[in-house]
């Protein structure tokens, strides 16, 4: 495998975590004028690509529904927790 293929499948792999983490950074930011977008979208991907790395050790093979499904829950929840302090 190529550096430029392993970048590739590294990149698909953590999108999910990103673009979620993305798009959520985003709500939290539309009430809110803070500064702070950077360390809450660095917890928001590192949650994220966590809970990927669990899933793929846990079933063997990424792009599973139910792996999908923790990463929208935990996000979510670290987004909401976020939002209060």
């Known amino acids: 495998m190529t550096f430029t293929t392993f970048l590739a499948h590294l990149l698909g792999f953590v999108a999910p975590a990103i673009g979620l983490a993305v798009l959520l950074t985003l709500a939290l930011r539309w ?45 979510g929840t670290l987004a909401a927790t976020l939002q209060r302090r």
């Open 31 to 75: 009430g809110r004028g803070q500064a702070s977008w950077r360390r809450e979208l660095g917890w928001l991907v590192g949650a994220g690509v966590l809970v990927l790395l669990v899933g793929l050790g846990v079933f063997g093979r990424d792009g599973k529904m139910l792996t999908y499904a923790a990463l929208v829950l935990v996000q």
